[in-house]
């Protein structure tokens, strides 16, 4: 990609992300890798988008943070800091700037675009912490949000069931041992909006309900059920 061709593609990717700069400039820094600015050849001093993406490190953390916090009350100190490590980590955000094909608007020096920089997973996903970062600043946290958001939500839904994913098992395992009990999960209830829906699933023996959970999937609703009835079984501790 020509540099000269550098202004519509701002376009674009405004376009992509449904957020329009009111400060260009801001966006350009972001978009801009230190191997670009680096470069002898510009007339100008050119800022590199480093400074940004170590704000919008901090401006990430705090979004997943207020929502699983939110969200995902019934996690201890130690499960929210698993889940929100597993979604802003670097192999997450390169998949989320992927998405929106975040490589094509980079500015790169020359060695990385022969050695193919706008492919490399950390220069974009650092990409991805800066545009969030000039997001915040040029639109405030709830542009950061509205843009966030939906894309970091099935991420951190996978993130929080995976972190819980042996509650069925293990309940299923101590239900073996009498074979003739009969364990199943009873959907309760779906609430909200398709894009924000909530599903609460009961888990009962013999017909006696031994726990409820309530998520934003089936899954993670039966693995929260599981959890409750583990905790009347005294299989695990409640603040686990």
């Known amino acids: 990609m020509h540099e000269n061709e550098q ?18 400039e801001l966006v350009k820094t972001a978009l801009t890798h230190s191997s670009y600015s680096n470069e002898i050849k510009h ?39 698993r889940v929100r ?12 700037a992927s998405e929106i094909e975040l490589g094509k608007y980079l500015y790169l020096g020359h ?11 950390s220069i974009i996903a650092d990409a991805f912490e800066a545009l969030l970062a000039a997001i915040y ?23 929080a069931t995976g972190l819980n994913e042996d509650y069925k098992s293990l309940l299923q395992k101590i239900v073996q041992q009498t074979p003739e009990e ?14 924000d829906r909530y599903f609460t699933f009961n888990v009962k023996l013999n ?7 309530r998520g934003r999937s089936k899954r993670e609703a039966e693995q929260l059920a599981a959890r409750e009835a583990l905790i009347l079984f005294g299989e695990i ?4």
Do not use: M
């Open 182 to 195: 009969i364990l199943e999960y009873e959907l309760v209830s779906e609430e909200g909006p398709p894009h």
């Open 85 to 96: 490590a597993n979604v802003v980590c670097e192999n997450s955000l390169f998949e989320l």
């Open 237 to 240: 501790d409640e603040n686990a």
């Open 7 to 24: 202004p519509a593609a701002i376009e674009e990717l405004e376009q992509k992300i449904g957020y329009a700069f009111h400060n260009k």
């Open 43 to 81: 007339k100008e001093k050119v800022t590199c988008n480093e400074r940004l993406e170590f704000l919008g490190d901090s401006v990430l953390s705090l979004i997943v943070s207020d929502f699983i916090y939110k969200n995902y009350n019934h996690f201890n100190e130690g499960i929210l800091t």
């Open 137 to 159: 600043l040029d639109g405030g946290i709830e542009e950061a949000r509205k843009f966030l958001l939906p894309r970091i939500k099935n991420p951190i839904e996978k993130a």
């Open 111 to 121: 060695g990385e675009l022969i050695s193919e920089g706008r492919k490399r997973k």
């Open 207 to 213: 017909s006696n309900v031994l726990g409820t959970g």
